[in-house]
């Protein structure tokens, strides 16, 4: 069985940075695909950037440029980072932390982003 923990959210204004760890509890490697997603009030959650299992990394056209994703390599697991910068209030949403362990898919408990003057 595989958690996530998200940590990272918060307030922020416009223009500002924010950056999102996840730290499962282990079992997951860098050829597990992993990835962040984003769910706004009322809408369906999407993409915002990913790990595959092979091949380059993807990115949502709304977050090219501003976001960037990151592994980091520790004992027995994988730590996933999102860098965050010059958000916007559309960026607004709960993110998630998502992999993929023997073709099932884990899902963190989500944490909250909010961008706001």
């Known amino acids: 069985q595989v958690q996530l923990v998200e940590s990272g959210g918060g307030l922020v204004q416009p223009g500002g940075s924010l950056r999102l760890s996840c730290a499962p509890s282990?079992?997951?490697?860098?050829?597990?695909?992993m990835g962040w997603y984003r769910q706004a009030p009322g809408k369906d959650r999407e993409l915002v950037a990913r790990f595959p299992t092979s091949g380059n990394t993807n990115y949502a056209d709304s977050v090219k440029g501003r976001f960037t994703i990151s592994r980091e390599n520790a004992k027995n697991t994988v730590y996933l980072h999102l860098q965050m910068d010059s958000l916007k209030a559309e960026d607004t949403a709960v993110y998630y932390c998502?992999?993929?362990?023997?073709?099932?898919?884990?899902w963190g408990q989500g944490t909250q982003v909010t961008v706001s003057s």
């Open positions: 282990g079992g997951v490697f860098s050829f597990n695909a």
């Open positions: 998502n992999t993929w362990v023997a073709l099932e898919a884990y």
